[in-house]
């Protein structure tokens, strides 16, 4: 049953009228046959006393005060002080909509705080998981949320705060069974909560009970003890892997690119190479139909000049020269003036 803050209700303030009377006549010692006139005054300055006292009523200031009048809905009371019909005639229930609730699944907050102290003994139950893959995982959240419509939350259903935590638990037991251990654990852990978020809200609005959910958030996720140390393993190896991957593709993009361009600079050397011969060969081509057409047109003079064009071009190249004379039957001495020439300073 929810436990509302509210005045004293018409039965609290009847047991306090009478205690206080049998306090009054123990003390006094009063006989209600002999003096009935006391007793009659007592009582009345006792329920003014308390009807004045029950009358009153504070709303903090992030609270929404409900006020019902025999039992039905009268009106919504803003932070501050206010007065309402003694006597159980006005009942008033405070709701803290100005603040963000929270619920804690699988740990309790021992010391609250900046930093608070956790516990989780006794709460291994609430906290264990299957995940879709068959594997056990020990998971702790909270679920933040606000008051959104004080007279539903209060009257829709029963017990709003045990509702919260149902639901909260088949949301995160549902979407933590259609993922694997190491999505659960590792990779998708924001988006598991973010469709916990959204499926939690959905099905609070189904309910109509006026409650806006703010976040679910995971507080910790870890394997159970007993395996601890194979997750860690095996958590480790994945990140040697992943690191492993990332060095292999660093390269991958460090030398590809370089083969590509030496490829691409072979080719275009190759294109060029060819297209060098291509010419040379066309140019030569060229040289010797008009030599050829020379030729047919003065053979001799032609092959005199080649022979002279040869000569040009192979003794600059050679160091000592002998000219043979068939007339005079042996070598005729020749100046090697092309050596005294390069010597000889300009």
Do not use: C
């Not at 010692?29 to 006393?49: E, F, G, H, S, T």
């Not at 409650?211 to 679910?216: A, K, L």
């Amino acid at each position: 049953m929810q436990n509302w803050g509210q005045g004293p209700s018409g039965e609290d303030l009847e047991k306090k009228v009478i205690d206080m009377t049998n306090r009054f006549k123990e003390k006094f010692q009063l006989d209600p046959k002999k003096n009935k006139k006391p007793i009659i005054l007592l009582v009345a300055v006792l329920v003014i006393i308390v009807g004045v006292y029950s009358s009153m009523y504070e709303v903090n200031t992030e609270e929404t005060g409900v006020v019902l009048r025999f039992g039905k809905f009268a009106t919504f009371s803003e932070p501050g002080l206010h007065f309402k019909v003694p006597f159980g005639i006005d009942r008033v229930y405070l709701v803290p909509t100005g603040r963000v609730l929270r619920e804690e699944f699988g740990f309790r907050s021992v010391e609250p705080g900046a930093r608070p102290a956790l516990s989780n003994r006794g709460l291994e139950e609430e906290s264990l998981t299957l995940t879709g893959d068959l594997n056990v995982t020990d998971i702790k959240w909270i679920v933040q949320y606000q008051i959104r419509d004080p007279y539903k939350y209060v009257f829709t259903i029963q017990d709003p705060i045990g509702t919260i935590r149902d639901l909260s638990e088949a949301m995160v037991r549902r979407a933590v069974g259609n993922a694997n251990v190491t999505q659960v654990l590792t990779t998708e852990r924001v988006s598991l909560a973010a469709t916990i978020e959204r499926t939690l809200q959905e099905t609070l609005e189904l309910y109509d009970v006026g409650i806006r959910i703010v976040t679910v958030r995971f507080q910790d996720v870890t394997p159970p003890d007993p395996v601890k140390g194979a997750f860690n393993e095996v958590n480790e190896a994945e990140q040697q892997k992943e690191s492993m991957i990332f060095q292999a593709r660093a390269q991958y993009n460090q030398e590809v690119p370089r083969a590509r361009g030496e490829a691409q600079r072979a080719l275009q050397e190759a294109q060029g190479y060819a297209v060098e011969r291509i010419n040379r060969a066309s140019g030569e081509t060229n040289r010797f139909i008009a030599l050829l057409t020379q030729y047919q047109q003065a053979p001799e003079v032609t092959r005199q000049r080649i022979f002279i064009e040869t000569m040009e071009a192979v003794l600059p190249q050679l160091d000592e020269i002998y000219i043979m004379d068939d007339i005079n039957g042996g070598a005729l001495p020749l100046l090697p003036l092309r050596k005294h020439m390069e010597g000889a300073p300009r």
